[in-house]
């Protein structure tokens, strides 16, 4: 195809909708939005690195411009076309308005997304043409993959345990098993669903698998996370085994269906709260190109605001980001089938142009009332970087949150720190303190002592600090508020006593956590102590340090086998069963919750407590469950409740997380029989006991 420019005046008739590159049997309609652009191209190239585009069309505002709408056909192209857009207009930063003539332009709305092996971050940033280093939309036709029936699980949050992985990080080790070609890809996770339902979980929550900007990060270093979204359709390129854009995209519902076909939901963490074109001196890839007044905040001179942290923060609410936000979400669940998704720094869509907190958020009741999204998992990180903390108050009736506050107060209780019982009680309880005023369902919660942000479980009982130096930032990055404890020597040691404690605690926080009232979140990896060394914040360690070494598998198998044992329980009780359709308040009456200390019915709520018990009885009153925490340097005996006439098999230790493995966990018919009105429980240990019919 030999270069040339064309003005279509005359070229077949185009549309403004739907916006995006989309194929017929003719050719491909391109539309895309831009209020302030004086002029827009539309560049076709023949190779993503080529130096100049194969075809440049100036599109004319009368005849390629509805509304705010731009548009046109190009005919005899089709799927696999290679493109970009480059847009004209004023330039005056203190509006809002940066645009840059030069500069290659993704299409907001493109499905998928080639890099140039030449890429460079800088290059976008500088002035001057980034033909050859930019990254180009390509034409993808998404109607042809045969789903063989495959439909999102829509399986109840009450079923639901978590597993948080990264997916390259998660099978990228050579000890994965993986076959080299597969490691860190959509299609090497297939290779490792086995282990997934082994394990008993049922919804894997992907790291952000949008199309991300690699290079964001220190130089020498690369974005490994992943929080540095350029697209909001295309499914990110470096994750797949194939190398054909358009096999990214059948490689990623290869890997849903699989999923699917092993009863697990695909949750996506999604970032609609910024980009990766950063601050003031950022890059320009796309939606600063095309009209940043409309796509981003800033403040009253012109600059960003910058709630995220990370340079900007997009206009959630405005008509067109709102859009583009609910667009992205029905692609998702519509053409790549995901579950539901979790909502990096939510709160930071509650806020208006002005970035103050709107009390009904536009953006948040379009997705909570959309019926194309009715029955996907909707999770809200509820606070941000500018200072919001909405934990126990997000908008909306469907949305779950991530539970801080479950992850700050058990960290705190199992630590030894003082006057954190009544926090904890509420935390096993499934958090009435914050979901108990409305209607919510017990799952409301999703219950969580770490996550992909901060310290791996075996790293959260092995530090007091963050070594963040690795990260080039001197330190100063990651999270100072770890509520950690490193049980006598900091980082790696020989010491036994050390070794043990260390394992106590982590049964400790890992029983907390799934045992609890509430959706439990686990993190890859820490139910094999996987551990990055302290680094708190490893979002730019593409490396050992970050990648899931599968040798632990073995080494701590102990712990693995804990945690399978731990999920089986979860979900022997009827209250994580899907047909009570109880509200949080309603299941705490029909559980008969008793709250105790040592001594029954006298729970110690005094500052320096570090003791809590807690009886239930499941729904049908068949089966009771207590609960004996300690987190004090000596051992206890707390009291036990007499046992009705029907409990005739008496109280049964099914977990007590001071003895090693195998006896830290049992099936309750086959745990060992407690007998006397009084139970041991060890030094900084958790004692769950059964009680039911025989044979039930």
């Not at 302030?36 to 505002?61: K, T, W």
């Not at 005919?75 to 030069?102: H, N, S």
């Not at 290059?123 to 045969?146: I, L």
């Not at 493995?661 to 429980?681: K, N």
């Amino acid at each position: 195809m030999s270069r040339r420019t064309t003005t279509p005046a005359h070229a077949p008739a185009s549309r403004p909708f739907p916006l995006g590159a989309v194929a017929d049997a003719g050719g491909v309609n391109f539309a895309v939005y831009s209020h302030h652009a004086d002029a827009l191209e539309l560049l076709l190239y023949d190779a993503v690195d080529a130096s100049a585009p194969a075809q440049a069309f100036a599109l004319d505002r009368h005849h390629n411009r509805t509304g705010d709408y731009w548009h046109v056909r190009v005919p005899g192209v089709a799927p696999g076309q290679l493109y970009a857009w480059r847009a004209k207009g004023p330039v005056d930063p203190a509006r809002g308005l940066r645009f840059d003539g030069d500069k290659v332009l993704l299409d907001p709305y493109g499905r998928a997304v080639a890099m140039p092996a030449g890429y460079r971050r800088a290059a976008a940033a500088m002035p001057g043409a980034n033909h050859a280093q930019a990254c180009k939309s390509v034409v993808a036709d998404v109607t042809g993959y045969d789903w063989n029936g495959d439909r999102p699980l829509h399986r109840p949050f009450t079923e639901t345990v978590i597993y948080e992985l990264h997916l390259r990080g998660f099978t990228r080790h050579p000890s994965s098993g993986v076959p080299a070609g597969r490691r860190g890809t959509y299609a090497g996770l297939i290779d490792k669903i086995p282990y997934l339902v082994d394990l008993g979980i049922t919804a894997v929550e992907l790291m952000p698998v949008f199309q991300f900007d690699p290079q964001d990060a220190p130089p020498g270093l690369t974005n490994h996370w992943g929080y540095a979204p350029m697209s909001f359709f295309a499914p990110h390129a470096g994750y797949a085994a194939a190398q054909d854009p358009l096999a990214v995209l059948d490689e990623f519902r290869d890997m849903v269906k699989a999923l699917h076909r092993a009863g697990i939901e695909v949750i996506l963490d999604v970032v609609f709260n910024h980009t990766a074109e950063g601050d003031d001196s950022g890059p320009t890839f796309g939606l600063r190109g095309l009209d940043d007044a409309v796509y981003y905040l800033h403040d009253a001179s012109g600059r960003y605001a910058n709630y995220s942290g990370t340079g900007n923060t997009l206009a959630a609410n405005h008509a067109v980001v709102r859009r583009l936000i609910v667009d992205s979400l029905h692609y998702w669940v519509q053409v790549m089938h995901v579950d539901g998704f979790r909502f990096d720094l939510a709160s930071i869509l509650s806020r208006d142009e002005n970035g103050c907190p709107l009390a009904n958020p536009p953006v948040l009741w379009d997705i909570e009332t959309d019926p194309r999204l009715a029955g996907t998992k909707l999770i809200a990180e509820a606070w941000d970087a500018g200072g919001l903390y909405q934990v126990g108050a997000f908008t909306g009736e469907r949305w779950k949150e991530w539970n801080g506050r479950f992850r700050d107060d058990v960290r705190s209780f199992v630590r030894g720190d003082d006057g954190i019982v009544p926090a904890l009680a509420d935390r096993l309880l499934g958090s009435p303190d914050l979901y108990g005023a409305r209607p919510r369902e017990p799952a409301q919660s999703i219950n969580f002592v770490t996550s992909h942000d901060g310290f791996t479980l075996e790293d959260l009982v092995s530090y007091n600090q963050k070594h963040n130096e690795a990260n080039r930032e001197g330190n100063r990055d990651g999270s100072d508020d770890n509520r950690s404890w490193n049980c006598g020597a900091e980082g790696p040691t020989d010491d036994p006593e050390v070794l043990a404690l260390r394992s106590r605690q982590a049964r400790n926080l890992l029983a907390i956590t799934v045992l609890s009232l509430g959706t439990p979140m686990l993190l890859m990896g820490d139910e094999m102590r996987r551990s990055q060394q302290g680094n708190n914040n490893a979002y730019c360690q593409d490396n050992e340090t970050s990648w899931l070494d599968w040798r632990l598998l073995e080494r701590n198998a102990g712990l693995h086998r804990f945690v399978k044992g731990l999920i089986r329980l979860r979900r022997r009780r009827e209250s994580v069963q899907a047909d009570h359709h109880l509200t949080l308040a309603e299941l705490m009456a029909h559980a008969r919750v008793q709250l105790h200390g040592v001594r029954l019915e006298s729970p110690d709520t005094a500052a320096e407590s570090h003791s809590l018990a807690i009886t239930a009885s499941t729904l049908s009153g068949e089966v009771l469950m207590h609960f004996a925490l300690n987190a004090w340097w000596h051992p206890l005996d707390f009291e036990l409740p007499a046992l009705p006439d029907w409990a005739d098999s008496g109280w049964r230790r099914v977990i007590d997380s001071s003895r090693p493995a195998p006896e830290d966990l049992s099936e309750p018919e086959a745990g060992e029989r407690v007998a006397g009105g009084s139970h041991h429980v060890g030094p900084r240990s958790v004692v769950v006991l059964f009680a039911g019919r025989s044979g039930g």
